[in-house]
């Protein structure tokens, strides 16, 4: 499908541009529309979110995406992502349609900060009545429901699992939950 963009581009190109026809089929694209319309709120929507955490965030330009179903604010939330005595934060940092998981470190141990960066539109999905939706959303997974309940992604044995996990769900359809080991992030899945 052309784009706007796209149209712009060729009318520079060659001699002639985008008839109508192409400029209303793409303002009536029903999944554009729907990037579109999700709601990201800024870091200070947030309510008991540490100052520096906020912070942090608007300095990355950190605007949170919000998934169907939850009327609360969600898609920032804290756990222990890399150390069992340490309280981390977790982002979904969506700039310019692309999310990523932003971890704002609550101490010496850590892993990568940016991870998982898609599209916010691979994450829309059709449902039915409601509409075209977004569908991502993260969460911390224990080290028990990791050990009993979800499957290691990575080659060999995975280690002594000893806090929690982030995971990273396609909502109704799986997730990956990220776990921080001695400096580098292993993978787990589930359906």
Not at 163 to 186: I, M, N, P, Q, V
Request: aromatic residues 8%; glycine residues 8%.
């Amino acid at each position: 499908m052309l784009t706007l963009r796209s149209c712009l581009v060729a009318a520079v190109a060659t001699i002639g541009g985008c008839s109508p026809e192409t400029a209303q089929t793409e303002r009536e694209d029903p999944w554009s529309a729907a990037e579109a319309g999700v709601v990201r709120l800024v870091p200070a929507d947030f309510a008991g979110t540490p100052p520096r955490v906020r912070e942090s965030l608007e300095e990355l330009g950190c605007r949170i995406p919000q998934a169907w179903g939850e009327p609360e604010p969600h898609n920032l939330i804290s756990g222990r992502f890399a150390a069992s005595g340490q309280v981390d934060w977790a982002a979904l940092c969506s700039r310019d349609g692309i999310s990523e998981l932003v971890i704002i470190w609550g101490g010496a141990a850590n892993c990568q900060s940016g991870l998982a960066s898609t599209a916010d539109r691979t994450y829309l999905q059709a449902l039915g009545a409601e509409g075209i939706l977004f569908s991502r959303a993260i969460d911390s997974v224990s080290a028990e429901s990791l050990r009993r309940y979800w499957t290691y992604a990575e080659e060999g044995t995975p280690p002594t699992l000893v806090h929690e996990a982030l995971s990273d769900a396609f909502l109704e359809k799986g997730a990956t939950a990220h776990y921080c080991h001695e400096g580098r992030w292993l993978r787990f899945t589930t359906d």
